[in-house]
């Protein structure tokens, strides 16, 4: 991402220059915001890091159901103990 942005706005510093204008930090990064490689780059993180949420998620939601299923377990020895 940051090799994407570095380049774009390596881009927009030469097409300034060729254009014989200043390359502010306004226009370089208006460069950057409207490259297509970058807004796609940031598109794909966007989309990799909800993924990454919902995974996480699902780990969580796991693990609380194997110590419930633990709990379950220990409940029913202790049941069969009393029984006996």
Same mark, same amino acid.
């Given at each position: ?8 706005? @390596?881009?927009?510093? =030469? #097409?300034?220059?060729? *254009? !014989? ?25 966007? @989309?990799?890091?909800? =993924? #990454?949420?919902?995974? *996480? !998620? ?27």
């Amino acid at each position: 991402m940051n090799q994407c942005v570095t380049a774009a706005k @390596i881009r927009a510093r =030469k #097409e300034c220059e060729a *254009k !014989g204008t200043k390359a502010t930090v306004a226009v370089v990064d208006t460069f950057v915001s409207s490259d297509e490689s970058c807004t796609e780059m940031t598109r794909e993180l966007a @989309i990799l890091v909800e =993924k #990454e949420g919902l995974l *996480k !998620g699902l780990l969580n939601s796991l693990s609380q159901r194997k110590d419930c299923l633990i709990q379950l377990s220990s409940n029913q020895r202790n049941e069969m103990q009393m029984h006996s």
